[in-house]
């Protein structure tokens, strides 16, 4: 499933990411922390649906982040 396999590298790409797992363990995050993950979350999805070889060729954005959105919830 198409879905399954995103989900999987995503989380490894947010595993890996040292600043993601910095501010995951923070008791209290700041303006900033936060920002600073949402930016790097974007970036990483923006990555992902770009470079992604399981997407189907053809697959539009809207259609990518349909079957990604799940993850942003």
């Given amino acids: 499933m198409i879905w399954a396999e995103l989900k999987k590298q995503f989380d490894k790409i947010l595993k890996d990411d040292l600043t993601i797992q910095s501010i995951l363990s923070k008791k209290k995050v700041t ?38 959105n799940p993850a942003l919830i």
């Avoid at 990555?47 to 997407?55: F, T």
């Fill in 31 to 68: 303006y900033n922390d936060a920002n600073s993950y949402a930016i790097r979350i974007g970036n990483h999805l923006g990555d992902l649906i770009s470079k992604s070889e399981i997407l189907p060729n053809g697959l539009g954005y809207d259609e990518a982040i349909a079957i990604l």
